[in-house]
């Protein structure tokens, strides 16, 4: 304030006391907000789709089965022939949310999950309100805040993506925990920040990278501007210690686990021009005062915006890779307007106490809008950067900033302390308003879909004189006295409008129904088939796989409901060798999506006997997929509702005992697809180093069986006469061990991408174990042998 709207100390003495800020109320108004807002997820009538249900609810269940059974979640077989969920990001197993669930409920269905993911939101908001409240800001603009930052921008229109969304709720609770760690001097404040901060690193997604910077940005400019900046760096220097260390304790070992397991996944380094394809158009800004202005609520042929076909039709090829949701900015109108009119023009955001969220708002909307602006250039050089593709992810945290300026501003404007209008300011505003809404019907009008645009253009007309009545009435209630009053208006608007324009549609509610297949009590006939069949043929040494490929975009990771192991899966981060030895690749919702390798160019070849690859179900005609088979090569089966279901009867065991062993060079046999002449798996096993000498002597029959097949472990029961190689045909990891008897022996790699080991004359108990934090120590010591060689 300036001095002249200061009261003296005459007047302040004869001031009633402030009210108290009501937070209860607050908090319960923005809960039945929540609520609202919600319920289409919540009442079960839709749910989130896409990969909220294709990716993490199968995660999910997987999660809750293993831990309810008594099983270790950090390897499950039924991806990819073998995955380590302890280094997954998307796992769920270290998200307190998911992971509170899967201990309360063995199936936890979709309402579960959704569940889950909105109530996490809710507690993301409810900081906000905290924030708001700490700083003594109009409770109206604590609810704008909150609204907008749960069910605003990508928050709504990207909630499918789950593990974004948790990330962008911690950065809410850890925003707020810091805030009162650096006014309060708080080391226990600072510590449960650290602890946020954690879990949001955990993520470990682009949403919590930006969510580090902004934070750590924030922080470093608090000090900057503090009254005495060595006295506040002298005070803040406890809560960040502890920070730090709460962070350390939470998030270092799952981080270093993925980051050795990336070194051998098949994630690339993106560079500048692979990230730069997944900017946000400048075009997209326009969804922050038109919500579904480029029909993006669907259906999919509706979509006429930056990266369309129709766009790019009329304005040339784009490059862009962005699904139609990852553009859209709607916020509400009245956070947009505020930080528009009374924010930019009006120069509010300029103000001491707000401009850092300002700049750090503005660096964002650069960093989103990747190639369209110079400054990505330099913003990519952050560390950690290259890991991500899309710059667009951004509006995540960008919505949060734009979220609490517009609550910022909505406490200006009930407070009467905006800045008062000139009348050149007014024009401008107008002028603004009106250009966003000329400019969006003349794309409209170009592309051919002015039809399409039609209805979203009205219904922004009509939300901004239902916000702009709101704002008016609320404004004179707060004026008045009416505070909560007040608030409830806004409120009420906010959810109006926010309901209208960011509620469920394709990209984020679709019919329950839809994934019947992911539930755990699924009667659906192909699971049912596949289930009966691979009990079937089971046996003491068999363990058959199955393969879903090219049914539909949500059935890959089926498998992991019910516990069925698959060959493939869907997820974009995979062991590296596994991929290179049989093609597989993220997804496989589509035929086309199912690429085969010089090592397994067809379902008719070595490599998937030995995964012991059974069965197959295909959404069309298996030929369609694979060209190279031949009559015969597979047998129909069934021709269930959703597949065509084929037996591969040449698929191997599970586990073989074999008295032969030959060195191969296993990089030669990858890229060459070609086996060493005369190599058979039932006999021989391949070994990438020299073999150790067997005992000499007539051969006698051996056998091996499975006594237990956990997630972790596998136990084998061994008889061999004259001792042999027990080859079990699970990818080979490196985190992986062994011990023969009860005595730890060398896991060897075994036919490029499996595991054996060597054992003595007789009968033996064969266990391998998943050990991931000896291996972590293991690579963590390579590393650094590597790293100071000893003097020659």
């Not at 380094?269 to 922050?288: E, F, N, Q, R």
């Not at 250009?435 to 399409?452: D, N, P, Y």
């Not at 981060?573 to 596994?578: A, C, F, N, S, T």
Request: include cysteine; glycine fraction near 8%; hydrophobic fraction near 50%.
């Amino acid at each position: 304030m300036s001095d002249a709207s200061t009261p003296d100390r005459d007047h302040r003495e004869t001031e009633p006391p402030p009210a108290p800020w009501p937070t209860a109320r607050v908090m319960l108004l923005v809960c039945a907000g929540w609520l609202a807002l919600s319920w289409p997820w919540l009442s079960g009538a839709v749910t989130i789709p896409w990969d909220a249900k294709a990716h993490f609810h199968p995660q999910l269940q997987f999660l809750a089965s293993a831990l309810h059974k008594g099983l270790s979640p950090f390897w499950t077989p039924f991806v990819f022939a073998g995955s380590p969920q302890v280094a997954d990001p998307q796992s769920l197993i270290f998200s307190p949310p998911f992971f509170l669930i899967a201990l309360l409920n063995p199936t936890p269905d979709f309402r579960w999950s959704d569940g889950a993911l909105l109530g996490s939101l809710l507690v993301g908001a409810l900081c906000l309100v905290l924030l708001f409240r700490d700083r003594g800001w109009h409770p109206a603009g604590a609810v704008v805040c909150a609204l907008s930052f749960a069910f605003g921008a990508a928050a709504a229109w990207r909630i499918q993506h789950v593990g974004q969304v948790l990330s962008l709720s911690y950065f809410a609770v850890t925003l707020l925990l810091l805030s009162r760690a650096l006014e309060r001097s708080s080391w226990r404040y600072g510590f449960a920040a650290g602890l946020a901060a954690g879990f949001m690193v955990l993520g470990r997604d682009q949403v919590a990278l930006l969510g580090v910077y902004v934070l750590a940005g924030l922080v470093l400019a608090a000090i900057a501007m503090a009254d005495k900046p060595l006295a506040a760096l002298r005070a803040s220097l406890m809560p960040l210690l502890l920070g730090a260390i709460g962070a350390t304790l939470v998030a270092t070992i799952p981080i270093l686990l993925t980051a050795v397991l990336a070194e051998e996944s098949n994630r690339p380094v993106i560079d500048l021009a692979g990230a730069g394809k997944g900017s946000l158009h400048p075009g997209s800004l326009l969804t922050g005062l038109v919500a579904n202005l480029y029909g993006a609520f669907g259906p999919l042929e509706n979509f006429w915006g930056p990266p369309s076909p129709a766009w790019e039709k009329r304005f040339g090829p784009l490059d862009l890779y962005l699904a139609r949701n990852m553009g859209e900015l709607y916020l509400g109108l009245l956070p947009i307007l505020l930080v528009v009119s009374v924010g930019i023009v009006r120069g509010a955001l300029l103000r001491r106490e707000i401009v850092a969220l300002n700049v750090a708002a503005l660096l964002v909307l650069v960093y989103a809008l990747g190639r369209y602006t110079p400054g990505f250039a330099l913003l990519f050089h952050l560390p950690g950067a290259d890991f991500y593709r899309r710059p667009a992810d951004a509006l995540f945290i960008l919505g949060a900033l734009l979220s609490i300026l517009g609550g910022y501003l909505t406490h200006l404007v009930l407070t009467d302390t905006a800045p008062r209008p000139r009348r050149w300011q007014i024009v401008l505003e107008i002028l603004l308003l009106v250009a966003g809404f000329a400019v969006a019907i003349w794309l409209a009008w170009t592309v051919g879909r002015l039809h399409v645009a039609f209805v979203p253009l009205v219904t922004a007309l009509l939300c901004l004189m239902l916000v702009a009545g709101a704002l008016v009435a609320a404004r004179g209630l707060a004026l008045q006295g009416a505070g909560m009053a007040a608030t409830v208006v806004l409120a009420a608007a906010m959810v109006v409008d926010l309901s209208v324009n960011n509620g469920p549609s394709e990209s984020t509610a679709l019919p329950a129904g839809m994934y019947e297949v992911l539930r755990a009590d699924s009667s659906n006939e192909t699971i049912a088939l596949l289930k009966r069949e691979t009990a079937r043929t089971a046996g003491p040494d068999r363990r058959d796989r199955i393969e879903l490929a090219g049914i539909d975009f949500h059935w890959p990771n089926a498998s992991l409901v019910h516990g069925l192991d698959n060959t493939l899966g869907y997820n974009p981060l995979r062991l590296g060798l596994y991929s290179q030895a049989t093609g597989a690749g993220d997804h496989v919702a589509l035929p086309d999506q199912r690429t085969f390798s010089p090592l397994m160019p067809s379902y008719r070849s070595l490599l998937a006997d030995m995964l012991g690859l059974r069965f197959i179900a295909t959404g069309v005609p298996v030929e369609q997929i694979d060209k190279r088979l031949k009559p015969g090569d597979l047998v129909q089966i069934a021709r269930t509702k959703d597949a065509y279901v084929y037996e591969n009867p040449r698929a191997l065991p599970r586990v073989l005992l074999v008295t032969e062993a030959q060195q191969a060079d296993f990089g030669t046999i990858l890229k060459s697809g070609q086996w060493p002449a005369g190599f058979d798996p039932r006999r021989t096993v391949l070994l990438d180093k020299a073999p150790p000498p067997l005992p000499t002597g007539p051969a006698q029959a051996g056998s091996v069986r499975i006594r237990n097949y956990g997630t972790t472990e596998v136990l084998l029961d061994v008889d061999a006469p004259r001792g042999g190689f027990v080859v079990l045909n699970d990818v080979w990891q490196p985190w992986w061990q062994v011990e023969v008897d009860g005595k730890p022996v060398q896991l060897l790699r075994a036919n490029v991408i499996f595991r054996a080991v060597m054992v003595p004359p007789g009968r033996s108990t064969v266990r391998f174990i998943f050990r991931p934090l000896d291996g972590l120590y293991h690579a963590i010591g390579e590393r650094i042998r590597r790293a100071n060689p000893p003097p020659v």
